[in-house]
Every structure is written in structure tokens, then in C-alpha cells.
């Protein structure tokens, strides 16, 4: 059985869009919402003849990725996050880049010598890559209106992605990425009325009336961070809402802090636009955290952390 295993956000469900667009293969789907990392845990190692893993991070999933590639199991593994160690095996093709302007959808794309772009570039809007999405657009003569939409179409495939759990997502990432393969182009996708898009759009625009009532819980001139009830609209929105602030304010960093059930908060921190680095090395400081230079996360920081989190995130960027 082959497995294929993708975050639940724009760019996982996009690299995998392409690949199989080109090679379509029957495979056994892993994903889940955006937070969920650890899905090669999944892959049923008495089962599997083949793995690709598609923007996980490897450093989260070593222990399983050891023990499939123990098996002679050949794994494709492409992404653009911390790796820690990457095994040695003759059965592991990794393609991994950790360079702020990258993605792993545009690694794909790289890979498929662009059959794909306009997926590509959406993809890249999704993961808040806008110069550089901005920059292929304009090398494939897009109009303004097309770039808009790509644009909007990335942003609502990686809404889709933030919750707690699947109950929280319009679309079960899965579920999201069938109906998305339909469509060679995603401007098909556009064109027809009863594609997921729409439902999109109108779940978003609902969600994002909250975040416009929000003030701030500090603002200064290093950094901005929000604080948002323990509710399903404030899950979906968070990481969307954190680019947005990010795309606002480029010299600032952002962080905004969704509080989950059990007391603790889920952190979405973006690096500011004009320096993309050092989100992952300050939520790597916490047991749930991790991430890209550019963008990281906290699953679970607990209330009494906040503090502590602020403070590392203020000496980051003081200078």
C-alpha cells in the first residue's frame, strides 16, 4: 500500500495536488488540522511499500520515519521545516529547504518544472509567501485580478486548516484535497459555482467579523499579540489572522494566542515581514512548539507561560 502524508494547510494539500496531478497513484491519505504533525505515526508499517511525506516537519516525526525506513520502506520526504537529524538510509529521497521565501508546494513545483504553477503560487499566498507568489505571478503574466484570486484561494485552503480538532474545519483536510483534485487549474475551481471555494469565502468572511472587534492585549514597537476566546471561530481564524497582522505591520512581530479548553493557549507567531527568522527558536523553547523561521507555533503554552513567551519574544526582535 502506498501512503501519502501532508499537513492539512494550503501548502501540504498543494505539494500533494501536484504530485498527483502528474502521477496519479491510489494511496492511503494521512493528514490532519494544520497542528498535527506527527502523522507518519500513522503509516501502517506491516502494510506500506512506499511513504511520501509532504510539509511535516521531520524533526517531529524521526522516531517513526526511523523505524519505516527500518523496514525498507522508500519514503519521499519534501519540506521546508526543521529536520534535527535526517537518517541515513538508502531508502529516503529528501528534498528540504528551510530558506524563509520557501515552501514545499513551490519545491514541488521545482521538482515538476512548473507544470503546475498557478497551484504553486497559490500555495505560496496560502503560506503568506506574497512577494515571492507576487513574483512568479508576474513571470506567468497573470492579471491583477488572477493574482487576487490565487491569492484568496491559498488564504482560505489554509484557513481551513486551524482547529483543535477536525470538528472545528469547514473540511476535513482529506476531504478538502479530493475535492480540489477535480481541477488541473485552480482558476476551474473559480469557474465553478459549487466548488469549495465559495463555502470558503462565506465561512471566513463570518469568522473575520470577529477579529475586527478585537484590541490588542500588547501593542508596542517591537511587537503585537492577540489574545482570542476559547471558541470555534477563534481557532479557524488564528493563523490567517496572524499573517494579516504580519502583512499589516512588516516591521513588527505578531503572535496571537487562541485559548483551548483545557486553560492553555495555541500561539501562532510570525517573525516580522522585514525579518523572517527566529519564530521557530522561540517557540522552540516550549514543549509544544515548533516550526519555520518565518512562522512557528505553540500547541499548548500554559496561561502562566504568557509572560515568559512575551518577554523571549520581545529580547528576539529588540534589536
Known sequence: MNYDVFNGDADG????????????KS?????????????LEHVDISQAKSVVALDISMEKNTEALTAILANDIEVFYCDHHRTGEVPDSDHLTVLVDTAPEVC???LINGLLDNKYI???IAAAYGDNLVS???ELALQQNLTKSQREFLCELGTLINYNGYGASLNDLHYEPAVLYQALLQYNSPFAVEADQDSVFYTLQAG???DHQHV?????????????????PCEAWARRISGVFGNELANRNPNKAH?????NADGSYMVSVRAPLNNRCGADEICAQFATGGGRKAAAGINQLPANDINKFVDILMQQYKS
Do not use: F, M
Open 212 to 228: 475586527t472587534q478585537l484590541a490588542p492585549h500588547i501593542n508596542n514597537d517591537i511587537c503585537e499579540i492577540y489574545l482570542l
Open 132 to 134: 515571492t507568489a507576487d
Open 13 to 24: 494539500i498543494i505539494a500533494l495536488l501536484q504530485l498527483r496531478l502528474n502521477e496519479p
Open 204 to 206: 471566513y468572511q463570518t
Open 104 to 106: 514545499t508546494s513551490l
Open 118 to 120: 498557478d497551484w504553486a
Open 255 to 259: 503572535a496571537v494566542l487562541t485559548l
Open 27 to 39: 494511496a492511503q491519505l494521512i493528514t490532519g488540522v494544520k497542528r498535527d504533525n506527527n502523522l
